[in-house]
């Protein structure tokens, strides 16, 4: 977990040295949120949405991804979705609860009733006004004079110009004491200008209660009328707007690991919008030599939105929960911040120690983590550097599926004592491993549960984690100290699945249906459709992947840019070798994903200012 923390680290520090402001709130996403191109490019605002079929499509699908991004911050260490507490029940909340009735009933008197001060009943300007307009006309031009006379004094160049240049502008300034006493007196300047004072008052009260009340007509209309007008509620104006569909906003990183080390522990130092019982998980991750990544802050602009009307003089909340208080950070406030920007990584890939096997990686009794995120099991070789690396499941309909669900829980088992720590935060028993059996595995070397359920409460939980030593030597269960960092093993993480049956090496083969040519880099997602078991692999430059597959009924979906989804089923009868065929059609159809790893919010100044 450690170095998926220090990747954070990184781009909040790279974030907050470009374009923070005093009320950025940086906050990490503790949880797995991953969404696809399709997703988030139907948030966009229907005029710049160039194709029909979106658009008809964003009506419908928008609304759920639109409520978990609008998701309202109630803890100051992370940020999750929880569409129960959305920016937009919320803000239509305070509009209806705001007392706009009585403003606007109260400005209506104040605008009956004419200034009798300025203007007489024939609506023609006062003797009082005329004069204060005269006389603040002569204040302004003995001002004018001292500015022009002040110029000249550059060009002057001998004492007796100087002198002359002095006296001059003593004389200046009586003249404008003069003025100024005549504007008071004879102009009723006090009078005046308390009169324009109430006016313009009234004016500040008008346009506040037109941008509030404006607020408030959107949610209304959007009621009282049909789906497509709600949709417009939905919309979300990303910058850059393109960035699902292009390079545009993309940044690549290469963090190496003395940085990781370094920045993990800035992060532990800071402790700063991260949970300490995350910051406690020290997670064995030595064999990751680096951590490469392209990223974007994708800033979030919704037009109906619009926090300045609660900050305004005439703004009145009654409410026993108030709004915010410009430091607190919880449920206990209605709005005390709200998202405003994405922090999204693509393309991971964790660069892996030398050492690594093939074999270590392509294990169909383990799942391989980088933090929430899980990685392909496939064993990934730059040609260029000779590096190994892994690059995490992209495909979002593997990630929720109840197969992962339950692979994730079979890797909770814990057999032994279980000590609670950090409040039931995280709960570990351990078992002591024959030390030969820890040298042979290094990645093994205790029995450890993560309960992450207080930080996630919606889909796709952090997978809790568990290691089990092949036939442990069990002794008394060590009690963990609190305050020390748990120690968890590796990235690869065994599944508790009883005793398998020796499963089959099936080969995959992957062509274009029109050419033959091998398709590289398809994904392929194999889901168990008679038992729990997932694996996420994809081919390689000449089309073809092979991956052991216990016995069993399986379906398998392959996707690729370019080409439509092909989605199928296959059986592994025994343990004989297998090949399988496919061939692709293609069409155009990008798929892209984006993981969510943190989320830039903005805390809100003290409301009701009074």
């Known amino acids: 977990m450690k170095y998926f923390i220090a990747v954070y680290q990184k781009l909040k520090d790279t974030y907050m040295s470009q374009s923070s402001m005093e009320n950025d709130l940086p906050m990490i996403c503790p949880s797995l949120r991953v969404y696809e191109n399709e997703e988030l490019e139907l948030l966009k605002p229907q005029s710049l949405l160039n194709d029909d079929q979106k658009k008809a499509l964003s009506i419908i699908k928008k609304q759920n991804v639109a409520y978990e991004l609008n998701s309202v911050p109630i803890s100051p260490n992370f940020w999750d979705l929880n569409p129960n507490n959305s920016l937009f029940d919320i803000y239509r909340d305070i509009l209806d609860k705001n007392n706009l009735k009585n403003l606007e009933e109260n400005l209506d008197k104040v605008v009956n009733n004419q200034s009798t001060i300025l203007y007489d009943s024939k609506n023609a300007e006062t003797k009082e006004f005329k004069n204060y307009k005269k006389y603040r006309t002569a204040y302004e031009e003995t001002i004018n004079n001292i500015a022009s006379h002040l110029e000249l004094f550059d060009g002057l160049d001998n004492d007796e110009e100087k002198n002359n240049w002095n006296d001059k502008l003593v004389s200046l300034n009586n003249l404008k004491e003069l003025a100024f006493s005549e504007w008071k007196i004879k102009g009723s300047k006090d009078l005046i200008e308390k009169e324009l004072g109430r006016i313009n008052k009234t004016s500040d009260a008008d346009l506040y209660l037109a941008m509030a009340q404006n607020a408030k007509n959107i949610f209304d209309a959007a009621e009282k009328t049909d789906v497509i007008n709600n949709s417009s509620i939905h919309d979300i104006n990303f910058i850059p707007y393109d960035f699902m569909e292009n390079e545009s906003g993309w940044n690549s990183m290469r963090i190496e690991k003395t940085e990781l080390d370094k920045l993990f522990q800035e992060a532990k130092t800071a402790n700063e919008n991260l949970p300490a019982e995350i910051l406690s998980i020290d997670y064995d991750e030595s064999i990751i030599e680096a951590v490469e990544l392209d ?85 990934f070789v730059n040609k260029n550097n000779n590096q190994k690396f892994l690059k995490a499941v992209t495909n979002v309909r593997t990630i929720k599926s109840d197969q992962l669900n339950t692979l994730t829980r079979k890797t909770a088992i814990a057999e032994n004592t279980k000590s609670s720590v950090q ?114 692999i994809e081919t ?45 059609q293609r069409e155009e159809v990008k798929f892209k994903s984006f993981f969510l790893i943190g989320m830039i919010c903005e805390r809100m100044p003290k409301i009701p200012i009074y």
């Open 540 to 584: 390689n430059e000449i089309g073809i992947i092979s991956q052991v597959i216990p016995i069993g009924e399986y379906s398998i979906e392959l996707r690729i840019d370019d080409y439509a989804v092909l989605n199928q089923n296959f059986s592994v009868a025994n343990t004989t070798p297998l090949n399988l065929e496919y061939r692709l």
């Open 423 to 536: 409040n039931d935060f995280i709960e570990k028993s351990a078992v002591q491993p024959e030390a030969e059996s820890l040298k042979a595995t290094p990645n093994v070397a205790f029995n450890n549960t993560i309960n992450m359920n207080v930080l996630n409460s919606a889909r796709n939980l952090r997978p809790v984690t568990t290691i089990i030593t092949p036939q442990p030597q069990p002794i008394k269960p060590v009690q963990p100290n609190p305050v020390a960092p748990i120690k968890i093993p590796g990235i690869f993480i065994p599944i508790t699945y009883p005793v398998q049956p020796t499963g089959a090496n099936v080969q995959f083969k992957v062509f274009d249906k029109i050419n033959n040519d091998p398709v590289y880099k398809c994904s392929i997602s194999i889901k168990g459709t008679n038992n729990s078991r997932i694996f996420e």
């Open 295 to 379: 990223y974007s802050f994708v800033h979030l602009k919704r037009n109906w939105f619009n926090k300045n009307f609660m900050m305004s003089d005439w703004f009145e909340w009654n409410e026993t929960k108030k709004i915010s208080d410009g430091q607190t950070i919880s449920n206990d406030f209605k709005l005390p911040a709200f998202p405003k920007t994405m922090i999204l990584i693509k393309n991971l890939k964790i660069v892996l120690n030398s050492s690594i096997t093939n074999d270590t990686v392509n294990n169909p009794n383990q799942l391989i983590y980088f933090g929430p995120l899980i990685m392909k099991q496939q064993l």
